[in-house]
């Protein structure tokens, strides 16, 4: 090979290398930089962040809860855009008061539709608790709070991830576990409270996130659903709560829901098996089946 051949093929190597020095700094340092941006790796470093964030003010009085779960909400966007490397149109300021308003007002009649079929079947009367308007703040401070901490970490996080490594479904099935789990040590409950929250809530909230892609759209159903518990004054996942009415139970525990409240009742988890299925195959119609693809970079 002459000199001049081998110049150049020196240059061209060097230049090969640079290319790949280059490439590595770009998509964030070789080996590591995968392993960071894998989706375990983003989904554990997200629900520790928002977690810490969110449950240092969740018992906290006033608006603090609202403000935690705001900030909450700042470090998943983070997390997101800087170490997935993703596009988070899931929170998307445009369209969000829509999305949240149509999630709350499916949660609304999910729960009333429970509420009064209970009641329609002798499992409920009401009487007033004489509470004011303070309860009412009070509740949807806290609920906000809570609710949106959750979609964050189930359907923002944990959904997503598993979801680019296993599919929609899977994805639903397993964060529905583990919402069931997360139950199971609340006051009051039992194997079937934790299946039944499963399924009417963990199964129906993955099913609308697949099917809308919004995280303010099951945020907003989130929020309705246990907001509409506590002003009845039922117990919201065996937590006692105070509200504008107080619901007294009669009849067997599967139809009232017993001591855990209206989500161990069977009646919200057929109503919610029905709207599932819709949603399910309003996604399938549409794009919701397929998960947001990382930036390319």
Same mark, same amino acid.
């Given at each position: 090979?002459?000199?001049?051949?081998?110049?150049? %093929?020196d240059?061209g190597?060097?230049?090969?290398a640079e290319t790949?020095?280059t490439?590595?700094?770009?998509?964030?340092?070789?080996?590591?930089?995968r392993?960071?941006?894998?989706p375990?790796?983003?989904a554990v470093?997200?629900?520790? =962040?928002?977690?810490?964030?969110a449950?240092a003010?969740?018992t906290?009085p006033?608006?603090?809860? #609202?403000? =935690?779960?705001?900030?909450a909400?700042g470090?998943?966007?983070v997390?997101?855009r800087?170490?997935?490397?993703?596009?988070?149109p899931?929170i998307?300021r445009?369209?969000?008061?829509?999305?949240?308003?149509?999630? $709350?007002?499916?949660? /609304?009649?999910f729960?009333?539709?429970?509420? /009064?079929?209970?009641t *329609?079947?002798?499992g409920?009367?009401?009487s007033?608790?004489?509470?004011?308007?303070?309860?009412? &703040?009070s509740a949807?401070?806290t609920?906000? @709070?809570?609710?949106?901490?959750?979609?964050?970490?189930?359907?923002?996080?944990?959904l997503?991830?598993?979801?680019?490594?296993w599919g929609?479904?899977?994805?639903v099935?397993?964060?529905?576990?583990f919402?069931?789990?997360?139950? !199971?040590?609340?006051p009051?409950?039992?194997?079937?409270?934790?299946?039944?929250?499963a399924?009417?809530?963990?199964?129906?909230l993955? &099913?609308?996130? /697949?099917?809308?892609?919004?995280?303010?759209?099951? !945020?907003? *159903?989130?929020?309705?659903?246990n907001l509409v518990?506590?002003?009845?004054?039922i117990? &919201?996942?065996? %937590?006692v709560?105070? @509200?504008?009415?107080v619901?007294? #139970?009669? =009849?067997?525990?599967?139809?009232?829901?017993g001591? !855990?409240g *209206?989500?161990?009742?069977?009646?919200?988890?057929?109503?919610?098996?029905g709207?599932?299925?819709?949603? /399910?195959?309003?996604?399938?119609?549409g794009t919701?089946l #397929?998960p947001?693809? $990382? #930036?390319a970079h």
């Amino acid at each position: 090979m002459s000199s001049t051949s081998t110049e150049v %093929h020196d240059a061209g190597t060097a230049g090969t290398a640079e290319t790949a020095r280059t490439d590595r700094r770009s998509t964030g340092g070789g080996r590591f930089g995968r392993i960071a941006r894998s989706p375990l790796a983003w989904a554990v470093t997200g629900f520790v =962040g928002v977690t810490l964030v969110a449950g240092a003010t969740a018992t906290a009085p006033g608006p603090l809860p #609202a403000v =935690g779960a705001a900030l909450a909400l700042g470090v998943y966007r983070v997390v997101m855009r800087r170490q997935a490397r993703r596009a988070t149109p899931e929170i998307a300021r445009r369209g969000a008061v829509r999305e949240w308003l149509l999630g $709350a007002g499916i949660g /609304l009649g999910f729960l009333l539709s429970s509420i /009064l079929l209970i009641t *329609l079947f002798g499992g409920f009367s009401f009487s007033w608790a004489g509470n004011g308007v303070s309860v009412v &703040v009070s509740a949807v401070i806290t609920i906000a @709070g809570g609710a949106l901490t959750e979609e964050l970490t189930f359907r923002g996080l944990a959904l997503q991830a598993l979801e680019q490594r296993w599919g929609g479904r899977a994805a639903v099935a397993i964060t529905s576990l583990f919402f069931g789990f997360a139950h !199971f040590f609340n006051p009051g409950a039992t194997v079937w409270s934790a299946l039944a929250i499963a399924l009417e809530a963990g199964v129906l909230l993955g &099913v609308a996130f /697949l099917w809308r892609r919004n995280l303010w759209f099951v !945020f907003g *159903l989130h929020f309705a659903w246990n907001l509409v518990q506590q002003l009845f004054g039922i117990a &919201v996942s065996g %937590h006692v709560v105070q @509200g504008l009415l107080v619901t007294h #139970a009669h =009849g067997p525990a599967w139809l009232t829901g017993g001591v !855990f409240g *209206l989500e161990a009742s069977v009646v919200p988890v057929l109503i919610s098996f029905g709207l599932s299925v819709g949603m /399910l195959t309003m996604a399938r119609k549409g794009t919701g089946l #397929a998960p947001v693809a $990382a #930036a390319a970079h």
